[in-house]
């Protein structure tokens, strides 16, 4: 079973920035797509970013010109850098892989557990 495992998260002051890391424990035989999440409490989760398989990326109206989703096939991980942040930005942040682990599969979700961000002075 694949497993998703995000790192970088932690306390910033309003303006500063974090990378968020999405490390995957297997190869994928296949992926169609990768995504940055995020929740606040009390708040529906958000699509914040997406990549492609052919790196064609798109982010939430929110985070444009602030937050640039990448990826490194040969470290299997998938990043978010994150700039100028604001406290709104607090929340939650969980990374989605939807592929295929094996040529015979179908495609699925894999899901990490998150990582906390909080922007506050």
Same mark, same amino acid.
């Given at each position: ?5 995000? $790192?970088?998260? !932690? ?5 500063? #920035? ?6 995957? @424990?297997?190869?994928?035989? /296949? ?20 990549? $492609?398989?052919? !790196? ?5 109206? #929110? ?6 989703? @990448?990826?490194?096939?040969? /470290? ?30 179908? #495609? ?14």
């Amino acid at each position: 079973q694949v497993q998703l495992v995000e $790192s970088g998260g !932690g306390l910033v002051q309003p303006g500063g #920035s974090l990378r968020l890391s999405c490390a995957a @424990s297997a190869r994928f035989f /296949a992926i169609d797509a990768m995504y940055w999440y995020r929740q606040a409490p009390g708040e529906q989760r958000e699509l914040v970013a997406q990549i $492609s398989t052919v !790196g064609i990326t798109n982010y939430a109206d #929110s985070v444009k010109g602030r937050f640039t989703i @990448s990826r490194d096939n040969a /470290a299997n991980t998938v990043y978010l850098q994150m700039n100028s942040l604001k406290p709104g930005d607090t929340a939650r942040y969980s990374c989605r892989w939807r592929g295929r682990v094996r040529s015979f599969h179908n #495609s699925n979700d894999y899901w990490g557990q998150g990582t906390q961000v909080t922007v506050s002075s």
